[in-house]
């Protein structure tokens, strides 16, 4: 694992959240909640707001997504939302 200074990570952070929108086909749902969830956990860090209501189904879980990083820190979580886009893009 490379060793990045703050502003290196937080850099490879937003362009790899420009280079997924390259993709040239949708990932899978799981797949989808996993770059949500990473993303929101290295942009915002744990958690926070309301849990959407019960019929709020994608609401739910994209919550329930991010509420599982709980916890990761914004580094380990912007460290392996890069690498999920990189294997992604391929």
Known sequence: MQ???MTDLRREFEQAAEDIQRLGQR???DTLLKLYALYKQGSEGDIHG??????DFVGTAKYEAWAQ???VSADEAMQRYIE?????LG
């Open 3 to 5: 060793v990045h200074t």
């Open 27 to 29: 990932p899978d749902n």
């Open 50 to 55: 309301d849990q959407p209501g019960f019929f």
């Open 69 to 71: 990083l709980r916890g």
């Open 84 to 88: 999920l886009v990189r294997e992604l």
